[in-house]
């Protein structure tokens, strides 16, 4: 299952854990990508905490937790190549896995019509 | 400037759009930020081949003598800059500052001597106030025109000049910082040999009217690509170039950063005409004791950027706060992250490891000598 937030982050939904990336429409508005800051394995996180950091050569960004709960992997191969969240956001870009507090929360998250409509 | 007021358009704004710019406002204009080639490719194109950058929300502005001698116009305005403008030779251009009482920095431009009178550039944001404070002082002797009919582009990098001469033949005869007169494309500009990059290149002022003409021209050339504010930034940043209202503003003086070389030897103690200009007295002090504090490059050590506003410390605990970065960001070029900042003196030396302040954490800086990158100025 797949779904969005206002944030303009995706989520791949599968089971109680969420593969969290930001969406193409986000990658192209940050630019190009040189520095990453992911967060460790084991932090908990509330929705709306920041997550993560993003910098463009201009500016830097954070990324936000979509919902609450517990960082479980990271993406290293983001880390030691930024550009890859410009070339691939919704593949190989990914930022990192969450264990859900409540996976039924997920239900309140856009889905991709939704958030389509949101950034036309 | 209201923040509220309508932005304005340069000449060349549909050209803008034309081209897929992301726009944003700049200075109260509507300016091309970055075109969909993206910042990073953008910058390595100036670097490896020409950019073209539209520079038309800069004042332009004439400073013609009353008396119909160029000098009583270079004497006015050497009133106002720690410059010497009265050795400045027809034809040649010259950084300067406008400092006030406390010998802090007003805005810096560019001047021109261009035989019957004085051609001058300067920033986007100041260009109303220099106008004001021009007008002040030098309305006695000099009649001044803030020009709103012509564009500015400018075209920086290693094949700017064969860009250009296509267009006209004797452009390889211009040094770095000359200034001519030439029809490009049978429209009469005016073309500096400088720029903001770090790059060899050139400033053409346009009329209006036929700016996106020559401007679309100059882009057909397969070397030419459009560049944004973004790389504009970057590029000055590598260069070590200060931005006025980051790097330089009315809280630093020019000796504080570090553009002594600015000041040439008649104004300075003991010159033929020392001193003479608003706030002598402080900057002539700091230029015999030196200032308290200095502009330093600085190289962080990791990969993440440190930004303008990140405090600086001499140790890696942020207790010994020794200044503050006021320009960072990546520096595509040199391929890692660069910035400068204003440290105390005693922090100054290259190769000094100091403590940058980001998001919570004491990144390692080291100061560096700028710029991170070696200027092509064909001098």
């Not at chain 2, 050795?87 to 251009?93: D, F, N, S, V, Y």
């Not at chain 2, 950063?257 to 600015?262: D, F, Q, T």
Request: hydrophobic share 40%; charged share 25%; glycine share 10%.
């Amino acid at each position: 299952m797949l779904k969005f937030t206002d944030e303009h982050e995706w989520l791949k939904i599968e089971g109680d854990v969420a593969t969290v990336g930001i969406t193409a429409h986000a990658a192209e508005q940050l630019g190009d990508l040189v520095f990453v800051e992911l967060p460790e394995a084991g932090t908990a996180l509330d929705k709306g905490a920041t997550a993560a950091t993003v910098e463009s050569v201009k500016a830097a960004s954070d990324v936000y937790c979509p919902l609450d709960g517990e960082i479980v992997e990271s993406n290293q191969a983001i880390v030691d190549d930024p550009a890859l969240v410009n070339s691939d956001p919704q593949g190989a870009g990914w930022f990192f896995k969450l264990k859900l507090s409540d996976p039924s929360a997920v239900n309140a998250l856009l889905d991709e019509a939704a958030y389509k409509e949101l950034i036309a | 400037m209201n923040e509220h007021s309508p932005l304005k358009q340069t000449p060349l704004h549909a050209l803008h759009v034309s081209h897929g710019a992301r726009m944003v406002p700049f200075a109260g204009y509507d300016m091309p930020v970055q075109y969909p080639a993206g910042v990073m490719k953008e910058h390595l194109h100036t670097r490896s081949a020409a950019g073209l950058f539209d520079v038309s929300h800069m004042g332009q502005v004439i400073l013609r003598p009353k008396s119909g001698r160029i000098e009583d116009a270079a004497l006015a305005l050497e009133k106002l800059v720690p410059v010497d403008v009265l050795g400045l030779a027809e034809g040649r251009q010259r950084y300067g500052l406008f400092t006030d009482g406390n010998g802090n920095i007003l805005d810096d431009l560019m001047i021109a001597n261009r035989g019957d009178h004085l051609f001058l550039v300067v920033n986007a944001s100041c260009k109303e106030a220099d106008f004001a404070h021009m007008q002040k002082h030098l309305g006695e002797t000099c009649e001044l025109t803030l020009l709103d009919d012509r564009a500015l582009i400018a075209l920086q990098g290693p094949r700017a000049e064969c860009v250009l001469a296509e267009l006209w033949a004797d452009i390889a005869t211009m040094r770095f910082m000359d200034v001519a007169e030439a029809a490009l494309h049978d429209v009469p500009c005016i073309i500096s040999r400088s720029g903001y990059t770090g790059e060899d290149g050139f400033e053409i002022s346009i009329p209006a009217a036929s700016a996106e003409d020559v401007t679309c021209r100059i882009l057909e050339h397969p070397d030419v690509m459009p560049i944004g504010l973004g790389a504009r930034d970057s590029l000055r940043l590598e260069a070590g170039l200060c931005l006025y209202g980051n790097d330089i503003d009315t809280t630093t003086t020019p000796v504080e950063a570090g553009l002594e070389w600015a000041m040439q030897k008649a104004r300075r103690a003991g010159g033929s005409r020392e001193g003479g200009f608003p706030g002598a007295d402080v900057i002539l002090r700091q230029f015999a004791d030196g200032a308290g504090r200095r502009r330093v490059g600085l190289k962080p050590e990791g990969k993440a950027p440190v930004r303008g506003g990140a405090p600086l410390f001499a140790d890696a605990e942020g207790k010994v706060p020794v200044g503050a970065v006021t320009s960072g960001g990546f520096g595509p070029s040199a391929d890692h992250p660069v910035a400068m900042g204003y440290v105390d003196k005693a922090h100054t030396a290259n190769g000094t490891q100091l403590f940058a302040e980001v998001r919570g954490k004491y990144l390692a800086v080291t100061v560096s000598a700028l710029p991170f990158v070696t200027p092509t100025y064909k001098r």
